[in-house]
């Protein structure tokens, strides 16, 4: 299987702070790649280095066979590549309608159509504020709109920056469904996540981050299992 | 060669009131040329011109009047544009005893400044009254509507004069409007005045807004058997230009206008045009008269100091384009003997017979 | 020490907090939990003075303060962080520390300005406590930085340290374990025991429930703005309605064997 | 004389609201506070009269020709001037003053090259003499701007609340970092909206210049306080509710004028204003902010 | 050679009082700015101020310290009363609000004899020293710096940062914003006066919007984040024109020009650091 995303030597910095200092990660075709580590670790900075909202220091990033290296983040969106920002980062003065349309902005009328409903279908609670303007939403129902909006996309990778945050039990549950979901439809993901347990299952591969190395990759299972690994994310 | 005599003048070179201080430049410059091939003043000099930007800002208009002052060791000061510069202007030249002259401030109070301030620009209150008593015994006026920028010291000025004189007169003003000298619209105090059914209308503006006015004041139906009477700010080509026919019929009263008889008038129109490629207006003409009140000045004087120039100017008798010229005690105009009452007909300025 | 009566907030068209009452006891951690959009934020908004209630009154430490501006609800000791991260960005993570110390600072404004010996030694004791604070939350590293440098995760840590400096007797964290690890959740609970220990009394929102259960004296359920329970964390966890609304089976499993 | 009053209120406030549309969209899109703006009109005007003298066009392809200018300069302007400020996230009020300084540089460029004059568009370009139909005398030119007003509203309206690119360049003027992420070419949008907008002051200014026959560099200074004020009124990139403002302010100052005093004009159609604020603090047709408590 | 020193002097005497008394603006606009108020009033309370002033001079001929007091104190009662409506406005809609009353004001100036009407106060002895404006512009930006590197600054800057946040720290927001109004009036008000009292004449189209305008754009050039921004901001920005002088007609363009770049290389204002305070 060859990698769709693939990222060498990637260095990410904001002014004279290097954040991300060089690391190489896969995501394969198809995969669920989770990127677990402590705060302040550098998870956020790579997704930023790899959508295009920051410039790369040095490295390479690849996806689907182009080299998106800084790259204008509109121009890798139209490439497939989605990223659902952390803090929601919703366009709060717009109603939650209008957030998901701009969800599907690349997407031609009738199918941006068909995918709306079935993320209203998803998020009951969105479709009970559909006409509400979205910066007034609690914080959850954010949350929502902010995966919503990015399935509407219907990229063929997306990443989330840590999509159950702020979600009550039942709410994580049907995202990390949800994540399923868009898997068994071959979607490929890349997940930022502190619900790390939760990930971990769901992952077929995953990268433990420490202060802007990989300090630890491996299949999930095997990632999941080791025993610093659990000491230090899992809480074990 | 003998050491050129510097003189300094401020005018609005930039900014919205630049077109005011482009045409007195214009006149300045073309007079001194003149001047100047002709063998210059004090047996020989020449004159120097030293020009700084106001910006219709009272605090540059000081900075250019130290700088000159100052800086460039002029001995005559001529300008500002504005009359308002001329209040912040003017005290800093009579502080030095540098005198200084007006060409188009016509505001009260400018020659109570000082000793050493001058005007060459007819105050309103010689000219209107003229116009007024010309028209109201041509076309019989009884009653009147009185309109007037109020937030711009010339207009007002100009206003304070029509009003006395009108009542003087025993014309009864039907109403006073006012509009700011930035606006375009005049049609509700037209509205308003069309319903009084005057004899004429009065008005105290500067070109632009006179303009537009005229314009608008026979499109909403006013005819043109009402006369449009305006004041100094009216004097200018452009009033036609805005308000292309609907300017026919506008009376004006003022010391110059572009047919004015005479050969001097002639002369100074075609070497204008020549020059420049436009047409000249009051303020080039009254820029041009007052160079050569100024050269005469310095050659009484005798030499280029600035007191010998004050007492020199006191004794002016210029026979310009503005008429015979002398100042008053008070440093004004003495007279207003060389006002004509003119007419727009088919875009330009004729006698009013 | 915090007494809440049939507190209500509508928005056009939305009841977000419908009839709430519930008490909180001094010395305690009471958490506040429901769905998304429950209205525990609003609830919050109401306490701290952000958001006059439609109806209802708030009572703290004995006096009503429902119109009480939030400035004068912070003098008399009440801390609240804020769901949606409000740090002062430009400001570094210490002067965030310093801010939140404002209502203890005594020293009169004329002799701070003229830095007063008494104002020196005031801003002095400030700073040593404020990076005190910080050490306590785990972003000592991080003094200096302007907040909005901070990664996520820390900028809630300093939201936590911003609210303690001003010595709360009743402090609101408002989801403070969202973007922690659980590793990093463990300990903000253990500072969080530690710190009802000193004293402090805390009334807490937030969706991990195996932190919530672990730390809570006392639980209130809001479910579309109104309480559907209140309880011990087993009560809680047992009980079908919260289950059904707002936990899950599979949590309640999962808490049940943790507790079992 | 009412019906006649209440006309002339119509074509103010509708010359109001047309020197508002474009600027609405650049203060309440792009979040610049664009003094240029001013200098849009002017220029639009200035191309449009070259474009008639010099050029002999006739009024319609000049008026393009102004408009295209004066949308091309701005898109100029704007990428030199404006887009590094953004790029540097600088904070909103820096705009205002780097704006400040263009503006002093464009129109004393402007002022060198086309001199402070006054200009007119030639006569007859359009029919001067007014009409009366029933009780009101009404000139050719106002019709055109009433309707072109209109026109506008409703289609830029449609635009912005309608299309998928109007709510685009309402996701850039809001974060521009997450509309690139759903695939928006900020640059191009911002670029579009500078176009736009400045176009709109140009179709204003050579309007406007027509029907007070004249055109100068600084013809566009003096609209821009009413203009501030209207844009902020009406809910800053609100397109109805800059017309609704727009005509309010031309009726208030209309009326004032033809029924009070005129002296009192501004002073009335300003404290209007403020106590229009005072009652609803966010605008009269504000949007909900998007911001909780 | 004293002669042309002394003459040097003199020319550039009134640019050097226009750069103290614009600092002072400058400065009354940093008052506000500092809790991201962002008042255009302030050319409304320097045109009160140097009414005031210059009413009194001329028609009571008062002692200038008791000119210049008044001066401070008139505009600052009418901030402490529009100040109450006004509060709950903020951002553009108070930016406009303030507007509104420098416009009022002006058509009040216009309409009213006493004070000259269009015509303006004209004849104003010159009273304004050097020592003077510059002593009072070093005691203020003394009084700012102290203020904003102590708590007091602190509280602004949150303020400035996130209203709600610092409402809920504890800090009394409402009556920050209404001293800040004040004292930025009572400055305004000041600077008029000092103003009034040197240049000879005022005149009501002089506190209008362009004013406004300039006054903030002292501010925002030099930058806000310490008191010695504005008062650079107005340096320079009074300091060009003249110094443009030789350019002559380009004089405008290359002044535009440079505004241009300064912000664009320096958006953050020309002295864009923050004040040292405790914890900084
Ligand atoms: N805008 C910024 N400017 C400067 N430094 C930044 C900025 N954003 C993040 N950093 C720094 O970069 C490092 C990595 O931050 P990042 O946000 O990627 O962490 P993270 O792993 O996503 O953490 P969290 O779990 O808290 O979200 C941190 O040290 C952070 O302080
Ligand atoms: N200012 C407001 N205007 C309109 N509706 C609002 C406003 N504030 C909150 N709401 C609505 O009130 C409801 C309660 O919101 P609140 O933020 O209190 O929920 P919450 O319980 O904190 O949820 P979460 O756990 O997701 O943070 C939500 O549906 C929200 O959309
Ligand atoms: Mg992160
Ligand atoms: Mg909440």
């Known amino acids: ?102 969800g599907g902005y690349l997407v031609e009328d009738g199918e941006r159509q068909r995918r ?116 230090a994310y899992l809480g074990g | 060669a003998a050491e050129p005599v510097k003189v300094g003048a401020i005018e609005c070179l930039t900014g919205p009131a630049a077109k005011y201080g482009t045409m007195i430049k214009a006149g300045f410059d073309l007079a001194a040329e003149e001047i100047n091939a002709k063998g210059g003043i004090l047996k020989g000099r020449t004159i120097e011109l030293i020009y700084e930007d106001s910006a219709a800002q009272k605090e540059q208009a000081i900075n250019a009047a130290k700088k000159l002052i100052g800086r460039d060791h002029v001995v005559a000061l001529l300008g500002p544009t504005l009359s308002n510069e001329m209040f912040a202007a003017g005290p800093v030249a009579n502080e030095r005893g540098l005198p200084i002259i007006g060409t188009s401030n016509t505001a009260k109070g400018i020659t109570d400044i000082g000793e050493f301030v001058f005007r060459t620009s007819l105050p309103e209150s010689d000219v209107l009254p003229v116009t007024l008593k010309k028209a109201q015994a041509k076309f019989g006026i009884k009653k009147v509507a009185l309109l007037y920028s109020n937030d711009d010291a010339f207009t007002k000025s100009g206003f ?24 375009t619209d005049f049609s509700p105090q037209l509205t308003k005045i069309k319903s009084l059914n005057v004899d004429a209308l009065v008005v105290s503006a500067l070109a632009e807004a006179g303009g537009g006015l005229v314009l608008q004041a026979r499109q909403l ?71 050569y009140i100024l050269a005469a000045a310095f050659d009484r004087a005798g030499e280029a100091d600035s007191k010998k120039l004050r007492d020199a100017l006191t004794k002016t008798d210029n026979n310009g384009l503005l008429g015979p010229f002398k100042f008053g005690a008070d440093r004004s105009p003495a007279t207003a003997e060389g006002v004509v009452v003119t007419t727009i007909k088919g875009g330009k300025f004729t006698l009013l017979q | 020490m915090l007494t809440v009566e049939t507190l209500s907030r509508t928005f056009t068209g939305l009841i977000a907090v419908d009839d709430v009452s519930f008490a909180v006891t001094p010395n305690t951690i009471h958490s506040l939990i429901g769905p998304n959009g429950a209205g525990k934020t609003t609830l919050f908004n109401m306490i701290s003075g952000l958001l006059p209630p439609s109806g209802g009154t708030i009572a703290f430490q004995g006096g009503d303060i429902t119109a009480l501006p939030p400035h004068r609800r912070a003098r008399l000791g009440l801390g609240r962080t804020f769901q949606n991260l409000r740090v002062f960005g430009e400001m570094t993570v210490l002067e965030n520390v310093l801010t939140g110390m404002h209502p203890r600072l005594g020293v009169a404004w004329p002799l701070a300005v003229l830095r007063s010996p008494a104002a020196r030694a005031e801003e002095r004791a400030g700073l040593a406590k404020a990076q005190a604070l910080l050490a306590k939350v785990g972003i000592a590293d991080h003094a200096r930085r302007p907040a909005a440098d901070l990664a996520y995760g820390d900028q809630r840590r300093l939201e936590i340290a911003r609210a303690l400096a001003s010595d709360p007797a009743l402090l609101l964290l408002d989801e403070p374990a969202a973007g922690m690890n659980p590793t990093e959740t463990a300990a903000l609970g253990d500072l969080l025991l530690e710190l009802r220990q000193e004293g402090l009394t805390i009334l807490l929102v937030e969706h991990d429930m195996g932190f919530v259960m672990r730390l809570s004296d006392r639980l209130t359920v809001l479910n579309f703005g109104r309480k559907i329970a209140e309880g011990g964390p087993a009560e809680i966890r047992d009980d079908p309605t919260v289950i059904e609304a707002y936990l899950g089976t599979k949590v309640a499993r999962k808490l049940a064997g943790a507790a079992a | 004389m009412l019906a006649q009053q209440l006309f002339n209120a119509l074509v103010l406030g509708s010359v109001h609201a047309l020197f508002a549309l474009g600027f609405t969209l650049t203060f309440g899109v792009l979040r610049v506070i664009n003094l240029l703006y001013g200098f ?46 953004r790029r540097a996230k600088a904070p909103e009020l820096s705009s205002l003053i780097v704006t400040l300084g263009g503006v002093l540089l464009m129109n004393s460029l402007m002022q060198i090259v086309f001199g402070a004059e006054v200009r007119r568009f030639p ?163 504000g949007r909900a902010s998007g911001k909780r408590a | 050679m004293m002669a042309t020193l002394d003459d040097l002097l003199w020319s550039y005497q009134s640019l050097i009082y ?172 000041l600077a008029g006066a000092l103003n009034a009292h040197f240049s000879s004449f005022i005149g ?74 405790t914890g900084g």
């Open chain 2, 221 to 291: 139906g006013i005819p043109k058997t009402v006369p449009i009477i305006g004041g100094n700010g009216f004097n200018s080509p452009k009033i036609a230009e805005i308000a292309g026919d609907s300017a026919d019929g506008v009376i004006i009263g003022s010391p110059w206008f572009i047919a004015k008889e005479g050969a001097q008038n002639k002369n100074f129109v075609e070497s204008f045009r020549k020059k420049y490629n436009m047409d000249p207006d009051q303020f080039a003409a009254q820029a041009y008269d007052t160079m």
């Open chain 2, 160 to 183: 304070d004069v029509f009003k006395e004189t009108l009542e003087k007169l025993g014309i009864e003003i039907a109403t006073i409007e006012t509009f700011s000298v930035k606006d």
């Open chain 1, 1 to 102: 299987m060859t990698a769709l995303l693939s990222i060498q030597g990637l260095e990410l910095a904001y002014g004279k702070i290097a954040a991300v200092k060089g690391i190489d990660l896969e995501v394969g075709e198809g995969q669920v790649v989770c990127l677990i580590g402590a705060n302040g670790s550098g998870k956020t900075t790579t997704l930023r280095g790899i959508s295009g909202l920051l410039k790369p220091r040095g490295g390479r990033v690849v996806f689907a066979g182009t080299d998106i290296t800084g790259m204008a983040p509109h121009r890798i969106a139209r490439l497939g590549l989605v990223q659902v920002p952390e803090g929601r980062q919703i366009f709060a003065t717009m109603t939650v309608a209008e957030n998901l349309r701009m």
């Open chain 1, 116 to 231: 709306l409903d079935e993320v209203l279908e998803l998020f009951p609670r969105l479709a009970e504020r559909k006409t509400q303007t979205a910066g007034l939403l609690s914080g959850g129902e954010q949350q929502m709109l902010a995966m919503g909006r990015a399935m509407i996309a219907g990229p063929r990778i997306v990443l989330l920056d840590e999509p159950s945050m702020g979600l009550s039990p039942i709410m994580v549950e049907q995202i990390f469904a949800i994540i399923e979901l868009l898997k068994r439809q071959g979607k490929t993901i890349l997940l930022v996540e502190q619900n790390a347990q939760l990930a971990l299952d769901i992952a077929d591969h995953a990268y433990v981050l420490e202060t802007g190395r990989i300090r630890l990759s491996g299949p999930a299972a095997e990632v999941a299992g080791d025993a610093a690994v659990l000491h």
């Open chain 4, 40 to 85: 849009y009109v002017a220029a639009g005007a200035f191309a449009a009269l070259v474009a008639v003298q010099s050029l002999g066009l006739g009024l319609w392809a000049a008026g393009a020709f102004g408009v295209v200018v004066a949308g091309l300069v701005a898109v100029v302007c704007d990428f030199l001037v404006l887009t590094p400020l």
């Open chain 4, 123 to 285: 006569a007859r370009l359009l029919g001067q003499d007014a009409v009366t139909i029933g009780p009101l005398v009404v000139a050719p030119i106002q019709l055109v701007i009433i309707a072109t007003v209109f026109v506008l509203v409703a289609l830029l309206f449609w635009f912005m609340e309608r299309t998928r690119l109007g709510t685009a360049i309402r996701a850039v003027a809001e974060r521009p970092d997450t509309a690139a992420l759903m695939g928006v070419n900020v640059g191009l949008v911002v670029a579009g909206v500078s176009f736009l907008s400045a176009a709109l002051s140009a179709t204003a200014g050579i309007l406007i210049g027509l029907n007070f026959n004249a055109v100068h560099p600084y013809m566009g200074e003096p609209m821009m306080l009413r203009g501030f004020a209207i844009i902020i009124i009406g809910g800053l990139g609100d397109i109805r509710g800059a017309l609704v403002a727009g005509l309010a302010l031309g009726f208030l100052e209309v009326m004032t004028a033809g029924y009070v005093s005129s002296n009192l004009k501004e002073a009335v159609a300003f404290t209007a204003l403020i106590l229009g604020l005072w009652l609803r603090p966010n605008g009269l047709f």
């Open chain 5, 18 to 189: 226009g750069l103290g008394t614009n600092a002072i603006l400058g400065l009354s606009m940093y008052a506000v700015l500092q809790l991201g108020q962002l008042s255009l009033g302030q050319a409304a309370f320097m045109g009160i101020g140097a009414y005031t002033g210059a009413l009194l001079t001329l028609r009571l001929g008062l002692p200038f310290p008791l000119v210049l007091a008044a001066a401070a104190m008139v505009p600052a009662l009418a901030a402490l009363v529009i100040g109450g409506p006004t509060m709950k406005l903020s951002g553009v809609h108070l930016a406009i609000a303030t507007i509104g009353l420098g416009e009022v004001l002006r058509v009040a100036y216009i309409n009213t004899d006493a004070m000259g009407g269009a015509l303006g106060l004209s004849g104003i002895p010159e009273k304004s020293t050097f020592a003077i404006i510059f002593g009072l512009l070093a005691v203020i930006l003394a009084g700012f710096i102290l203020a904003s590197r102590s708590k007091i600054g602190r509280a602004c800057e949150a303020i400035r940062e996130d209203e709600a946040a610092a409402r809920v720290m504890g800090i009394d927001v409402s009556a920050y914003k209404m001293t800040a109004l004040v004292i930025s009036a009572a400055l305004a008000g």
């Open chain 5, 204 to 277: 009501p189209n002089e506190f209008a919007f362009e004013a406004a305008v300039s006054i903030l754009s002292f501010a925002i050039l030099g930058g806000v984040t310490t008191p010695f921004g504005p008062v650079l901001g107005a340096f320079v920005l009074t300091a060009l024109p003249e110094l443009l002088r030789p350019f002559h007609d380009f004089r405008l363009v290359f002044n535009g020009l440079i505004i241009v770049l300064v912000v664009i290389f320096l958006p953050r204002g020309i002295l864009g650091f923050r004040i040292r305070r």
